[in-house]
C-alpha cells in the first residue's frame, strides 16, 4: 500500500502558538489527503478532506480557522494548529486511500501544548 | 446510534486459540469495510479489506461480511502475543471512512 511520512512525530509549544505538522505521500500521487484526530481510548476522527489545489472540506464542528490545511501538491499537505490550547493535545494521524478506498496512514503527530 | 460499533473489550484469548472480533454498521448504503490494527501509541495499520458478503482470508485472518445483517467479523486464528492491540473496524460511506471506537484484544500466554 501507499507510504506515508509526517513530521514532527511529536511536538511540544505552549499555549497560543502554533504548530505545523506535515504530511507526506512517498511513493503514490494523492489528490486527496486526509487529517484525523484521535484523544487517548477513542477512536479516529476525522477532522477535513485535504484537496490538492482548492480549499479543504471540514468536519461539522471542526474549526476551518483554527485548522489551516494546504494541500499545495500532490504530495505535500500540511495542519497548522493556530493558537493551539491544552485542549487541543491529541494525536494526529493523516492518511491517503488508494482507488480501492484501502486507507494507508502516517505514522502520526503526537502534539502536547503546554 | 454510532455509524459504526465495537464492543470495546478488552478481550482476553489464550495464546494460539481463536479471537473473534465483531462490528456492526447503522449505513445500509456502506460500500467498503476495513480492518486496521492499532498498536498503543502508533497510527493504524490496515490488516484486510471486504467488499462483498462471504469470507475473505488472508494467512491467519478471516474477514467476514453479512450485509443483510450489516455484520461486519474479523477472526484470528492461532492468536499470537504480538496480536495483542486494539482492531478498529471501518466502513466507507461515499468518499469518507468511518471508524468504529476499537477492540482491544489481550493475547495470555
Known amino acids: 500500500g501507499a507510504v506515508v511520512s509526517q513530521h514532527p512525530s511529536w511536538v511540544i509549544c505552549k499555549s497560543g502558538t502554533s504548530v505545523k505538522i506535515e504530511c507526506r505521500s512517498l511513493d503514490f500521487q494523492a489528490t486527496t489527503m486526509f487529517w484525523y484526530r484521535q484523544f487517548p481510548k477513542q477512536s479516529l476522527m476525522l477532522m477535513a478532506t485535504?484537496?490538492?489545489?482548492?480549499?479543504?472540506?471540514?468536519e461539522q464542528g471542526v474549526e476551518k480557522d483554527k485548522f489551516l490545511i494546504n494541500h499545495a501538491s500532490l504530495t505535500l499537505s500540511t495542519l497548522t494548529v493556530t493558537s493551539a490550547h491544552p485542549e487541543d493535545s491529541s494525536f494526529y494521524i493523516c492518511?491517503?486511500?488508494?482507488?480501492?478506498?484501502?486507507?494507508?496512514f502516517g505514522p502520526g503527530t503526537r502534539l502536547t501544548v503546554t | 446510534q454510532k455509524e459504526v460499533e465495537q464492543n470495546s473489550g478488552p478481550l482476553s484469548v489464550p495464546e494460539g486459540a481463536i479471537a473473534s472480533l465483531n462490528c456492526t454498521y447503522s449505513d445500509r448504503g456502506s460500500q467498503s469495510f476495513f480492518w486496521y490494527r492499532q498498536y498503543s501509541g502508533k497510527s493504524p495499520e490496515l490488516i484486510m479489506s471486504i467488499y462483498s458478503n462471504g469470507d475473505k482470508e488472508d494467512g491467519r485472518f478471516t474477514a467476514q461480511l453479512n450485509k443483510a445483517s450489516q455484520y461486519v467479523s474479523l477472526l484470528i486464528r492461532d492468536s499470537q502475543p504480538s496480536d495483542s492491540a486494539t482492531y478498529l473496524c471501518a466502513v466507507r460511506r461515499a468518499s469518507k471512512i468511518i471508524f468504529g471506537s476499537g477492540t482491544r484484544l489481550s493475547i495470555r500466554p
Open positions: 492518511g491517503i486511500h488508494e482507488a480501492s478506498y484501502e486507507q494507508y
Open positions: 485535504s484537496n490538492e489545489g482548492s480549499k479543504a472540506t471540514y
